[in-house]
């Protein structure tokens, strides 16, 4: 019974990681390590390339 519901916590946490990725696919976004980078060195983000397009939609 515990592994049960270890194992819906593990369905509903990868769930609602799945949902939000789902919701703002569409929506250029960065994330934390680049935006500090760029704002320690006032950089602007480089364009996605089209490896990162396909690593961003797999």
Do not use: C, Q
Request: charged share 20%; hydrophobic share 50%; aromatic share 14%.
């Amino acid at each position: 019974m515990i592994v049960g519901f270890i194992a819906l916590a593990i369905g509903l946490l990868l769930f609602g990681v799945g949902w939000n990725h789902w919701r703002y696919r569409r929506k250029e976004t960065i994330n934390l390590l680049e935006s500090a980078i760029l704002n320690t060195t006032d950089g602007e983000p480089l364009p996605l390339t089209k490896l990162d397009w396909f690593l961003k939609y797999l």
